[in-house]
């Protein structure tokens, strides 16, 4: 008899379980929304595979200011610029400012959360 073979996780469904885990144990979500976060993993795009656009410093305006310009603007439609910083710190205190490496998917998650905007990301 055959034996039947698991096959190993892809390199994204790895990272979706860290979100995951990040999600549960640093943010205290019970319950992640998951079609939420495979919209945010799908919108970070192949960011999440590189060890330097995988995550976003919290400290770096400029990091900061895209986030704003190509997530908040260009995929959520959310253009007023203080709603929009105002997401974004937000999901950074509710990732937690001692936390170093915040998971892009898992911030963008927060965002879309914060902005109430999760159903128009999901379409997308």
């Known amino acids: 008899m055959a034996?039947?073979?698991?096959?190993?996780p892809s390199a994204k469904e790895v990272l979706v379980e860290k979100y995951v885990a990040d999600l549960k144990e640093k943010v205290g979500e019970a319950r992640p929304d998951l079609a939420?976060?495979?919209?945010?993993?799908?919108?970070?795009?192949?960011?999440?595979?590189?060890?330097?656009?995988?995550?976003?410093?919290?400290?770096?305006?400029?990091e900061l200011a895209r986030v704003r310009t190509?997530?908040?603007g260009k995929r959520l439609g959310v253009m007023d610029e203080?709603?929009?910083?105002?997401?974004?710190?937000?999901?950074i205190e509710k990732y937690g400012r001692s936390v170093?490496?915040?998971?892009?998917?898992?911030v963008y998650y927060l965002i879309a959360?914060?902005?109430?905007?999760a159903a128009a990301l999901k379409k997308a």
Do not use: M, Q, W
Not at 82 to 91: F, H, L, M, Y
Not at 100 to 106: C, D, S, T
Not at 113 to 117: D, G
């Open 113 to 117: 959360k914060e902005l109430k905007k």
């Open 100 to 106: 170093r490496a915040k998971h892009r998917p898992v």
């Open 36 to 62: 939420l976060l495979d919209a945010c993993v799908k919108a970070s795009g192949p960011s999440i595979y590189k060890s330097d656009s995988a995550t976003i410093a919290a400290s770096d305006k400029d």
């Open 82 to 91: 203080a709603k929009a910083d105002a997401a974004i710190k937000a999901a």
């Open 70 to 72: 190509n997530f908040i």
């Open 3 to 8: 034996k039947a073979t698991t096959k190993a």
